[in-house]
C-alpha cells in the first residue's frame, strides 16, 4: 500500500517501518498474515466493489496532494488486552504512533469514537495538534443500543443497527453487515466494544472542552441517529474556538456517505489555518 501512494504521488519519501513496540501498546496482537481475497464472496452472492482500491487512493490524493501529508493510524480496537481496552488506551496509543512518526503541527480527525479518541488525545496532549476535525464524535452523547439488546447470533438485528449508521441503508453493505457481524458473534470481541462502548460512556468531556484551544471543524450528519444534531451544537457552543457545517441526506459517517461534500469542507477549512492572518 505505501508503495502505491508513493508511485501516485511520485514522492521520493521513503517506506518507514515502525516496530510494534513503538507503534503499539503493550499487549498488541496481530495475524502475522493476510491475504485479501474476494473469491468467496464473488462465488456467494456475486459481489464486485464498486471502487477499487487505486480510484480510492488516486481520488484522496488528487483532492489534498498539493497541501497536506495525510497518515492514518489504524487504531488496535480490538487487538488491546482488556485492561486498555478503552477511550484513554487508545488515546495512549495515538500518542505513542504520533511520537514514533514524530508528528507535529498536526490536524487531528477522528469520526465517532475516534473523535472521542482525539479529543482525549488533544487535551492531554495538545502541544502536538494544530486543528480538530471531528464529524459524528462521542464525548458527550451518544446512541448506541436505542432501546433493545442484542442477541448472540441475531444477523438481522446487526444488519439494521449497521443501516442505522447510515442515511442510506445501502451504504450498509452486505459486506459490511458481514464484518460487522463476525466480530459480534465473538465472544472475546464483543467483550471488547462492549468495553469500549462503557469507557466512552463513562469519559464525558463536556466540563473539560472548554480547555481546546486550536481551531475545531464540526462536520456533521443532519440525519444522525447515533450522534444527533444537537450533540454537535453543544460541541460548538463547548469548544471556544469551533466552527459547525451540517451535511443534509447524510447519517452518521460524512466522509463515507459524502465524500465529495466532506471533502470541500474540510480542504476550505485547511486552506483557511494555512493563509496569513490579515491585519487591520
Known sequence: LAEIVKARTGSSSPVEFVPYDKAYEEG???????????????????????????????KVIEYFRNHNRVVVPLLPLLEMDILNTSVGGLAKYVHKFMEAMDLKDVHLLGNSLGGHVALVHTLKHPERVKSLILTGSSGLFENGMGDSYP??????????????????????????????????????????????????????????????????????????????????????????????????????????????????????????????????
Open 28 to 58: 498488541f496482537e496481530d495475524m502475522p498474515r493476510r491475504v485479501p481475497d474476494l473469491s468467496k464472496i464473488r462465488q456467494l452472492v456475486g459481489y464486485e466493489p464498486k471502487v477499487q482500491l487505486d480510484e480510492i487512493i488516486t
Open 151 to 280: 442477541k448472540r447470533g441475531d444477523y438481522e438485528y446487526i444488519r439494521k443497527k449497521t443501516e442505522l449508521t447510515f442515511y442510506d441503508p445501502k451504504v450498509a453493505t452486505k459486506e459490511l453487515v458481514d464484518e460487522v457481524y463476525s466480530i459480534t458473534n465473538n465472544r472475546i470481541k464483543a467483550i471488547k466494544i462492549i468495553a469500549l462502548a462503557k469507557s466512552a460512556i463513562r469519559n464525558n468531556l463536556g466540563e473539560e472542552l472548554n480547555q481546546i484551544k486550536q481551531p475545531t471543524l464540526l462536520v456533521w450528519g443532519n440525519n444522525d441517529t447515533i450522534t444527533p444534531p444537537f450533540v454537535a451544537r453543544e460541541f460548538n457552543k463547548l469548544i471556544p474556538n469551533s466552527e459547525l457545517h451540517f451535511v443534509d441526506k447524510c447519517g452518521h459517517a460524512p466522509m463515507m456517505e459524502v465524500p465529495e461534500e466532506f471533502n470541500a469542507i474540510l480542504h476550505k477549512f485547511l486552506k483557511k489555518l494555512s493563509e496569513p492572518a490579515t491585519v487591520r
